[in-house]
């Protein structure tokens, strides 16, 4: 909070309680950064289950044993899965049946995804799809899509797996609005969170740690900021909004809107690495060295947090905004990931991603600094 400085949202808690307490529960990337805090938050509301799901098992452990410090009056699970095991979602949804859903799991650093782009299609399109499908199928109410700014006009293989996924639930979510049956399907669009795994205040502070110099890769280079609990704070707050028809709901939601984080103003990385040095009672440039190391793969200056095309309303609720990205029809869409899931899954990593730039055309890819 220190290094964004700016005041939190204010919440409506209530609200928040009424959707979770007494339900069954799902978080799906549970030992992640924001996976994990909204399995911290969801426990504090008193659902009647919580059940942890994650496929790396010392994150899975580590969450699991502070929500049984933590909150050891909550029925808890902790599941090792993959959400890419079609079987496997399908049989554990069906034995816990699950009243709603966060689905945080996802492959989300973008060099990393760069280096292995079959892999983030298969966990960020293919495995959302599996999870919406087999939750849907057990008769969940409601699941809520964690997205990123990077599905704008991505430039990076995750951000336009994160598209993919998105166009796919706003698409279920339609329908399901269109009929007045079946599981909302709420998505939630936001930027970089401080701390994250992966993220730049962890690194800075390992920097500073070896007395620096802190790297940054572009003195212009522009993210927008937010602490995890103001933001799986508002993903709830979010979730209240959308889970049920409201004479306050953004009518857009209908036309499958999502909704997307006010994150106030970009924060300059470079400025962001001063404040850390000045923080840690150091002069930056004097005392600790800033050096900037180029673009990396997949990388932009800034983010956007709407596409062009798709202008964003505000809500009644601070902190909340909604977009209507364009979307298609479900089964249409459903059998454009499995297409290329099954050009991911057989190692074609030329045909997947040009299956991807047709699917998304606003995807400008530069593999290797080459346009496609």
Same mark, same amino acid.
């Given at each position: ?32 950064? %924001?996976?994990? *805090? @909204?399995?911290?938050?969801? /426990? !504090? +509301? ?7 799901? $994650?496929?790396? #098992? ?37 034995? %816990?049946?699950? *009243? @709603?859903?966060?689905?945080? /799991? !996802? +492959? ?7 280096? $292995?782009?079959? #892999? ?253």
């Amino acid at each position: 909070e220190d290094l964004l400085d700016r005041p939190q949202v204010p919440l409506d808690r209530e609200g928040m309680a009424r959707l979770v307490q007494g339900k069954r529960v799902l978080v799906t990337g549970a030992g992640g950064t %924001i996976g994990g *805090e @909204l399995a911290r938050q969801v /426990a !504090a +509301l008193g659902p009647a289950s919580l059940t942890l799901l $994650d496929h790396g #098992e010392y994150v899975l452990y580590e969450i699991d044993l502070e929500l049984r410090e933590r909150h050891p009056g909550v029925p808890r699970r902790a599941v090792l899965a993959d959400v890419r095991d079609s079987a496997r979602m399908g049989r554990l949804m069906a034995e %816990i049946r699950p *009243e @709603l859903v966060f689905h945080a /799991a !996802a +492959l989300k650093h973008v060099p990393m995804v760069e280096n $292995d782009p079959l #892999e983030g299609l298969l966990t960020n399109a293919l495995g959302t799809r599996i999870v919406a499908d087999a939750a849907r199928a057990a008769g969940c109410s409601l699941m809520v899509f964690i997205s990123t700014d990077k599905a704008v006009n991505p430039t990076s293989v995750m951000g336009a797996s994160k598209r993919l996924a998105e166009m796919y639930c706003q698409a279920l979510d339609r329908g399901a609005r269109t009929s007045g049956t079946g599981m909302r399907l709420v998505t939630v669009r936001f930027g970089n969170v401080l701390g994250s795994t992966g993220s730049v205040v962890p690194l800075f502070r390992r920097q500073l740690e070896r007395g620096g110099p802190l790297t940054v890769t572009h003195p212009d280079m522009r993210r927008y900021f937010m602490t995890v609990r103001e933001a799986v704070g508002l993903v709830l707050q979010a979730s209240v909004v959308g889970a049920t028809d409201r004479q306050d709901q953004p009518p857009e939601l209908r036309e499958g809107g999502i909704f997307v984080l006010d994150m106030g103003d970009p924060v300059k990385i470079v400025d962001l690495a001063r404040r850390m040095i000045r923080l840690a009672g150091l002069r930056p440039e004097e005392d600790v060295e800033i050096r900037f190391t180029g673009l990396r793969p997949g990388e932009k200056l800034f983010e956007e947090l709407f596409h062009g095309q798709e202008p964003p309303s505000p809500t009644n609720f601070p902190g909340l905004l909604v977009a209507v990205p364009r979307t298609t029809d479900a089964g249409e869409m459903g059998r454009a990931i499995d297409g290329v899931a099954a050009l991911a899954a057989a190692g074609d990593r030329k045909g997947a991603l040009a299956r991807l730039n047709a699917l998304v055309p606003e995807f400008e890819h530069e593999l290797n600094g080459q346009a496609p």
